[in-house]
């Protein structure tokens, strides 16, 4: 079954505890991102990646890093978290990047971190 | 800064009723345009999407949106809400030659049974 898979999709922590946020797809995309969704504020991206090794900020990138080392994932890290980073944190793929032809994205079952 | 507005948070309705809900952007050169929907505690999944041609768009569910490009608009529609379309609705942007998607505040709909 085609999927983004996330983990952990549950988590509480303390501000300053270093965390991932695990995303991978099976379906070969190319192309990845990574949102968080606050009440009243939509989807805001965070990172978003065109291929391996190949990453760009999206509008909301400070505290958080990203890598692609490998095609099918592509993580979320906070390095020191603070509560202003408390949020539904969403992973997505396309089968190609925004363009004249696009992809829709596939998104993934959502993240909801809490940072204490 | 490019943008996309929705312009209702909240509506209600009663099933059968029929639902138009707003998206403006503000991004003026080509685009491609997405409704997405957040069904309760679930991820989003695509409702429709225009990259370029016929600007009247069919998607699932019985959902339809148009562009209107004079109006940087792409309003989705539906002629007869059901109860199970109770969710959250995003509008998408993809300004073409970028790799950003924006996406629009959403729009809360409620159908009453």
């Known amino acids: 079954e085609a999927q983004v898979t996330q983990n952990p999709r549950y988590l509480i922590t303390v501000t300053g505890k270093k965390l991932t946020v695990t995303c991978s797809q099976n379906?070969?995309?190319?192309?990845m991102s990574w949102y968080r969704q606050d009440p009243g504020l939509g989807l805001r991206q965070i990172y978003y990646?065109?291929?391996?090794?190949?990453?760009d900020k999206g509008d909301v990138p400070e505290g958080y890093k990203v890598s692609r080392k490998e095609k099918r994932n592509f993580p979320l890290i906070l390095e020191s978290p603070s509560p202003n980073q408390t949020s539904l944190y969403f992973c997505?793929?396309?089968?190609?990047?925004?363009?004249?032809?696009?992809?829709?994205?596939?998104f993934g079952e959502g993240s909801r971190l809490t940072v204490l | 800064a490019q943008s996309v507005s929705q312009h209702n948070h909240h509506v209600i309705l009663s099933e059968a009723a029929s639902l138009e809900l707003g998206c403006n952007y503000s991004?003026?050169?080509?685009?491609?345009l997405f409704w997405y929907v957040q069904y309760p505690g679930q991820h989003l999944q695509l409702l429709l999407k225009?990259?370029?041609?016929?600007?009247l768009v069919k998607g699932i569910k019985g959902f339809e949106a148009e562009f209107i490009k004079s109006k940087f608009s792409f309003n989705l529609r539906k002629p007869s809400v059901q109860w199970s379309d109770t969710a959250e609705y995003f509008c998408?942007?993809?300004?073409?030659?970028?790799?950003?998607?924006?996406f629009g505040t959403g729009t809360r709909l409620k159908v009453l049974a």
């Open positions: 997505a793929s396309s089968q190609a990047p925004p363009g004249p032809i696009t992809g829709e994205l596939f």
């Open positions: 379906m070969n995309h190319e192309y």
């Open positions: 990646s065109m291929n391996v090794e190949v990453t």
């Open positions: 991004y003026g050169g080509t685009v491609n």
């Open positions: 225009y990259f370029s041609g016929d600007p």
């Open positions: 998408a942007v993809n300004n073409i030659g970028t790799y950003k998607y924006i």
